[in-house]
């Protein structure tokens, strides 16, 4: 059985084919699903999809990029949607200083607010982090005690040790079969089998061999394959790892 960490199913383009892109997604043994929210319109969408699905789990949050000068009262009109039984995380939230929409500093106060919100609601958090490492985990590093998510980790064994020092888990993506993703794989030979989470980001970051085209859950197989290779795991052994860990966080 395979868990897809992180993956989107309340994008548009899997809203009319939602049943039938979960079903195939069984058949290819994902058998369960964590759809994250990264604004106050998705957020309230994965609650319709979690009350249409047994098996998908759901988070509530604003990701950096959706961060602007109203980000205070969207703030506020998330957080209103959260209820324990129907809210398992807060995310995706954190750091983007690629696209930089926003200041650092509204970034730094807006993720602060979100982590405070899941250590009182004591809820799971799940972390995007671009061209930020170092302001992510000086911001985290007063969180440790809370269940932290690395989302689609793509840096290298330094980096990745700094967060596992702050008993983090690392989640990975489909980039980690791409050709050049060398520091992101030898990041994964050092995360401890119990530290790792894999995901799709569905429909983004499409694993080879079918980059480049709309990405599904049903391909966590093939980042699934690649880690186990990593870890020299067969395939079932790390299956099993990262079903436990996953259910470490959320059961």
């Known amino acids: 059985m395979l868990i897809d960490s992180h993956c989107h199913l309340n994008q548009n383009i899997f809203k009319e084919n939602l049943k039938n892109i979960i079903n195939e997604a069984e058949n290819d043994n994902v058998k369960k699903f964590l759809s ?33 000068d109203n980000y205070a009262n969207n703030l506020k009109n998330i957080f209103k949607l959260f209820s324990p039984e129907s809210v398992n995380a807060i995310g995706e939230i954190g750091l983007d200083y690629y696209r930089n929409i926003s200041s650092k500093k509204m970034q730094i106060d807006c993720l602060e607010k ?23 985990y000086d911001v985290l590093k007063n969180y440790k005690d809370n269940k932290i998510i690395i989302h689609c980790f793509t840096g290298n064994q330094k980096i990745v040790k700094k967060f596992l020092d702050l008993n983090c888990y690392i989640s990975f993506s489909g980039i980690i079969t791409f050709k050049n993703s060398h520091d992101i794989c030898e990041a994964a030979t050092f995360v401890p089998l119990n530290k790792i989470l894999i995901e799709t980001d569905s429909p983004y970051l499409s694993p080879d061999p079918i980059r480049g085209k709309v990405n599904y859950p049903k391909n966590l197989k093939y980042i699934a394959a690649k880690l186990s290779h990593l870890k020299n795991l067969k ?12 259910n470490d966080i959320f059961c």
């Open 114 to 136: 979100q982590l405070n919100f899941a250590t009182e609601k004591k809820k799971p958090i799940v972390i995007h982090t671009r061209n930020s490492f170092d302001d992510t």
């Open 36 to 68: 994250i929210g990264v604004d106050y319109e998705t957020s309230l969408e994965n609650l319709q999809i979690k009350k249409q699905f047994k098996n998908v789990l759901i988070s509530i949050g604003l990701h950096p990029n959706y961060v602007d």
């Open 235 to 246: 395939l079932d052994e790390l299956e099993k790892v990262t079903t436990k860990n996953f």
